[in-house]
């Protein structure tokens, strides 16, 4: 923020239009970052004034000062001014609903921070004619309430010069509403427990306002600024409060409701009565537990078919069209380094070689493997933003949450549960709609667990290779039945360990099933494609430089060292592979895999995955995983000299896994051993595109590293427990 200019902050309760108004006040000038220390986001921008611009910030949604949850704390601190002083307050009401708005609009009036109201939705007021007083309101207020509507910019110039005129004033009036004498001097007892940098200077009405909002929220005081709190002196007064016989907490909020339930009736003239008929018909059937649940399903099959399916052909486009890219310029440079060798010698072409390689599989592949997730992070992001702003995502929550909070969870985390059913990487980002840090990072410890369409061509490939189509008494396909167990076995452990973790590393309880249901609105296209745009830039900017990264220093690993195709290859092979219609190429390409440094550590991994039946080419498939887990396939067609464009339905790949035996002659590819695989690829980390979300989500490397090592852990147990429970029955 700069120095020179005065700081506005919008404050409001959620689905009151807040950031559809400050997206309209701030125009293109407005900018979404997190705020530090968290993974909660809120906008910044400016605000063209008269006198001057002001910078803005849209902190997220909330309906009071308590401070329980990350973004009621982000809230506080710019309300409070605890980091940068606020020159002004923009609280937004709601107009068809005021009186839920009030009660978060007294304890910032309560603050003495110059205010101004934004009775905003003032459209939805008049249609359902029920509209209240701008006047009467700010005559109970003190304050300028002025009625705008975000959507349209209607009221937006005289909002602006009630802004500037309450800046340049500066002289706050008093609340509207006065504690009782008893609890005045609680507050101020409790405004002593408070770092005297906060209470410095400060007013004693103020002081009265800070001291009531910490006897409602110490267990969140601490974590909002890393200072000192006397919480003892917190409890003591609680408890004197008590043996007088009197309800603290029941006073610090009820001497608020009653000023709101005292003047409310003023505020409107004679109107006709709400009518919330139609909404409540929809309702009826949307919260019903068997019409809603078809619709919910109904819905959630349109999104997880078009995250799974119809972004394919948009997947398919970005991946031919980097593919083809590479195929001109690996064309370009390979003629670059055959002049370069002819006319410098063979170290220069050699170093032109390498250049082109490195452009070709590890930039271009890099980036492409970067925006081939943008389709599948757009569609879910639009579809969230058009639920939430319809006002869906509200009853599918509702819908969900009895069922998800026997893991654990809030209901809102459905979305990006069954998003991880198509990609794990937009599914994470998605737990950024959930109310709680906790639940946010619950969620996505779990998310990667789902069975997302990345392992799809892995199991295809194992299942195809070494499952019989039939085995005599069992009335289904085995091979079906084996890919729907896995995805049933992904599913049954998703919960199990959001149980678990949620127990003993994630503690706490999931958000309160208080889900407010707001009114049915067309969705806001502004809003939505913004929405869009945000989620999009934050993955390309920030999670796809750790992608790209991580992708180009696997392609290191797979390629280095370098070898002359000479040094490869002796006489004999390549006479009997010429003999036997073998591509020398694809030869060539296996033995360099083999010396790479990955082949180098497959072996020496193999210590620590044989006991689950694998040998040392899996290893090596396993590391190439890691850049996704479909990579598997065509890594593994390297190793067996079928070429990077094996696919998971290739029969001469299907022939080697069966053909290839142990030293002792046992075949390493059994149906155990298939088995084994998949579930290792069920639970295991295998994705740098996952991680480096993460690494963005939860802004640390604590938690990626924490899913690693759960996962990791997780998949070689189970493999193990699969394999060599299998050996013990006979299976092996």
């Known amino acids: 923020m700069s120095a020179e200019q005065p700081r506005v902050v919008f404050v409001g309760n959620p689905n009151t239009g807040k950031s559809t108004l400050f997206n309209r006040v701030t125009g293109s000038a407005a900018h979404v970052s997190n705020v530090p220390g968290t993974t909660v986001s809120r906008?910044?921008?400016?605000?063209?004034?008269?006198g001057g611009a002001v910078e803005c910030v849209d902190v997220?949604?909330?309906?009071?000062?308590?401070?329980?949850?990350?973004?009621?704390?982000?809230?506080?601190?710019?309300?409070?001014?605890?980091?940068?002083?606020?020159?002004?307050?923009?609280?937004?009401?709601?107009?068809?609903r005021l009186a839920r708005s009030l009660y978060l609009a007294l304890q910032v009036l309560e603050l003495g921070t110059p205010v101004v109201c934004a009775l905003n939705l003032m459209d939805e007021a008049r249609t359902q004619g029920r509209v209240p007083s701008a006047e009467r309101l700010a005559e109970l207020l003190g304050v300028p309430v002025v009625p705008v509507v975000g959507r349209t910019g209607e009221g937006l110039d005289a909002l602006g010069a009630a802004v500037r005129e309450v800046i340049e004033a500066a002289s706050p009036p008093p609340p509207p509403h006065e504690p009782s004498d008893a609890l005045r001097a609680d507050a101020l007892a409790a405004a002593d427990s408070l770092p005297e940098a906060w209470t410095a200077g400060a007013s004693e009405g103020r002081r009265v306002a800070l001291g009531l909002w910490a006897l409602l929220s110490d267990d969140g005081v601490e974590a909002i600024a890393d200072v000192a709190i006397d919480h003892v002196a917190l409890v003591g007064i609680r408890r004197r409060a008590e043996d007088a016989g009197r309800d603290l907490m029941g006073e610090v909020v009820g001497?608020?409701?009653?000023?709101?339930?005292?003047?409310?009736?003023?505020?409107?003239?004679?109107?006709?009565?709400?009518?919330?008929?139609?909404?409540?018909?929809?309702?009826?059937?949307?919260?019903?537990?068997?019409?809603?649940?078809?619709?919910?399903?109904a819905v959630m099959f349109v999104v997880f078919q078009t995250l799974f399916s119809w972004s394919g052909p948009l997947v398919d486009g970005i991946d031919g069209a980097f593919g083809w890219l590479g195929d001109v310029v690996a064309g370009a440079m390979a003629a670059a380094t055959e002049a370069a060798t002819t006319s410098a010698g063979p170290a220069v072409g050699a170093a032109v070689g390498f250049l082109g390689d490195l452009l070709v599989e590890g930039i271009i592949g890099g980036v492409g493997s970067v925006l081939v997730f943008i389709p599948q992070i757009?569609?879910?992001?639009?579809?969230?933003?058009?639920?939430?702003?319809?006002?869906?995502?509200?009853?599918?929550?509702?819908?969900?949450?009895?069922?998800?909070?026997?893991?654990?969870?809030?209901?809102?985390?459905?979305?990006p549960l069954l998003s991880g059913y198509a990609c794990a990487v937009p599914a994470v980002m998605a737990t950024?709609?959930?109310?709680?840090?906790?639940?946010?990072?619950?969620?996505?410890?779990?998310?990667?667990?789902?069975?997302?369409?990345?392992?799809?061509?892995?199991?295809?490939?194992?299942?195809?290779?070494?499952?019989?189509?039939?085995?005599?008494?069992?009335?289904?396909?085995?091979?079906?039945?084996?890919?729907?167990?896995?995805?049933?076995?992904?599913?049954?452990?998703?919960?199990?360990?959001?149980?678990?973790?949620?127990?003993?590393?994630?503690?706490?309880?999931?958000?309160?099933?208080?889900?407010?249901?707001?009114?049915?609105?067309?969705?806001?296209?502004?809003?939505?494609?913004?929405?869009?745009?945000?989620?999009?830039?934050?993955?390309?900017?920030?999670?796809?430089?750790?992608?790209?990264?991580?992708?180009?220093?696997?392609?290191?690993?797979?390629?280095?060292?370098?070898?002359?195709?000479?040094?490869?290859?002796?006489?004999?092979?390549?006479?009997?592979a010429r003999a036997e219609g073998v591509s020398i190429d694809d030869l060539a390409q296996t033995e360099a895999l083999r010396r790479s440094y990955a082949g180098q550590l497959g072996r020496a991994?193999?210590?620590?995955?044989?006991?689950?039946?694998?040998?040392?080419?899996?290893?090596?498939?396993?590391l190439g995983s890691f850049a996704a887990r479909e990579v598997f396939v065509?890594?593994?067609?390297?190793?067996?000299?079928?070429?990077?464009?094996?696919?998971?339905?290739?029969?001469?790949?299907?022939?080697?896994?069966?053909?290839?035996?142990?030293?002792?002659?046992?075949?390493?590819?059994?149906?155990?051993t298939g088995a084994s695989l998949m579930v290792f690829f069920a639970f295991a980390m295998q994705c740098l595109s996952t991680l480096a979300v993460l690494r963005r989500e939860t802004e640390s490397w604590r938690w990626p590293a924490f899913a690693t090592a759960y996962m990791m852990a997780l998949a070689w147990v189970s493999a193990f427990a699969v394999y060599q429970g299998g050996r013990l029955l006979g299976f092996g």
């Open 378 to 415: 757009g569609l879910l992001f639009l579809f969230i933003s058009l639920l939430e702003d319809s006002g869906y995502l509200a009853r599918a929550a509702h819908l969900m949450d009895r069922i998800l909070r026997l893991a654990g969870l809030p209901g809102q985390a459905f979305v």
């Open 255 to 297: 001497h608020r409701y009653a000023w709101i339930d005292r003047v409310s009736p003023s505020l409107y003239s004679d109107a006709a009565p709400v009518d919330h008929a139609a909404q409540d018909r929809v309702d009826r059937i949307l919260l019903h537990p068997l019409w809603g649940s078809l619709v919910f399903a």
């Open 605 to 622: 991994m193999e210590p620590v995955i044989a006991p689950l039946g694998y040998d040392w080419k899996i290893g090596i498939g396993l």
């Open 43 to 50: 906008t910044d921008g400016r605000w063209s004034l008269p």
């Open 634 to 672: 065509s890594t593994m067609g390297l190793v067996y000299g079928i070429g990077d464009d094996a696919a998971e339905d290739d029969v001469s790949l299907h022939e080697k896994l069966h053909a290839e035996k142990h030293p002792d002659g046992r075949p390493v590819y059994t149906p155990l």
């Open 432 to 576: 950024r709609s959930l109310p709680r840090h906790r639940d946010r990072l619950l969620t996505m410890l779990v998310v990667p667990l789902t069975s997302c369409s990345a392992r799809l061509p892995v199991y295809v490939l194992l299942v195809a290779a070494l499952f019989p189509e039939t085995v005599p008494g069992l009335p289904v396909s085995a091979q079906a039945l084996a890919l729907f167990t896995m995805y049933a076995l992904s599913t049954v452990v998703s919960v199990l360990a959001a149980v678990v973790l949620g127990r003993l590393v994630v503690t706490g309880t999931a958000a309160p099933a208080l889900l407010e249901l707001p009114p049915y609105r067309w969705p806001h296209p502004p809003n939505v494609w913004r929405s869009v745009k945000n989620a999009l830039s934050a993955f390309v900017t920030e999670a796809g430089q750790v992608i790209l990264v991580a992708t180009i220093v696997l392609w290191g690993l797979l390629s280095f060292p370098r070898y002359e195709p000479t040094e490869l290859l002796s006489p004999d092979t390549v006479a009997e």
């Open 60 to 96: 997220p949604g909330t309906y009071s000062l308590a401070a329980h949850s990350a973004d009621e704390r982000v809230a506080l601190d710019a309300i409070i001014g605890l980091e940068h002083p606020t020159s002004a307050l923009v609280v937004v009401l709601d107009a068809p």
